[in-house]
């Protein structure tokens, strides 16, 4: 039976990329066009699992989607680092000075800043998905647009790459969590090296540097720190974190520590780090 792999775009974005590296080619792509319907479908079952960005080496963190993952109980059970290399296409037979607005998601646009800075009279216009625009066009034969997406979107809708390597930062890459919604997938930390957690701290001085030393005491290494504002209680944060660690024993004295130092706790997942490329 293949499994349902739910991705944020279409087919030729960077998702569909990883969903392909990650599972394998025996899957059925199950395509989202937000985040909000990715995380529905896993919840609901039309997805066995999914692959959600999470953040970028250039524009930082996918804030929102560390909400949707606790709000929803979702499982973390691992994790692609994707190297990032952004093109500018249109349909054939145009310049990039006829390239009056460019279209794409926003975490792309922001990843081009320095290359549409020199290029002011483009006007750059949100929109939901890399490759979908790059669809839009080729369908729509629509002059004067061009989408941010990568090379392999080019080839799929046939378009022209005008520039390629627009990323401001050429060694770009954007993490991916893959999600699912059964309990069965978080794994023992004897098979991981890698876990990410959520914890809430009462409102005392100290209280997270505590924690994260006691996280170094026990041998865990502090990979990736982010908080979100407590909604219920003004003024109060949760903190989600990735660790690493090399033997289980490690985790689970860390887990007991933080079961104490802690008003909440919530393991997000336990899965194999990828390394980064």
Known sequence: MK??????????????????????????????????????????????????????????????????????????????????????????????????????????LLQCKDFFRKNPHIKLVEDIDTAEVAKRISEQKLKGIAAIAS????????????????????NNSTRFFVISNSKTKLIAPENANKASLKFVLDH??????????????????????????????PWQYAFFVDVTFTQAKDYLKAIQLLEMMTTHLKVLGLYKKHNIL
Do not use: W
């Open 3 to 108: 499994k349902h792999i739910g991705i944020q775009g279409i087919q030729g974005s960077y998702h569909h990329q990883v969903a392909l590296s990650y599972f394998g080619e025996n899957i059925t792509i199950d395509p989202c066009l937000s985040f909000k319907e990715l995380v529905d479908n896993i919840v609901n079952g039309v997805s066995t699992d999914a692959v959600m960005a999470i953040e970028n080496s250039i524009a930082g963190s996918i804030i929102p989607n560390y909400a949707y993952i606790d709000d929803h109980d979702l499982i973390i059970c691992g994790e692609y680092y994707l190297p990032i290399h952004h093109c500018l296409m249109a349909l054939e037979g145009q310049s990039i000075s006829d390239i009056k607005e460019v279209y794409s998601h926003p975490m792309a």
């Open 151 to 170: 090379s392999i979107a080019a080839d799929i809708f046939g378009l022209q790459i005008l520039a390629r390597e627009i990323q401001t930062i050429k």
């Open 204 to 233: 005392k001085q100290g209280s997270l540097a505590a924690v994260l030393n006691a996280l170094s005491h026990c041998g865990l290494d502090l990979t990736k720190i982010q908080s979100l504002p407590v909604i219920e209680t």
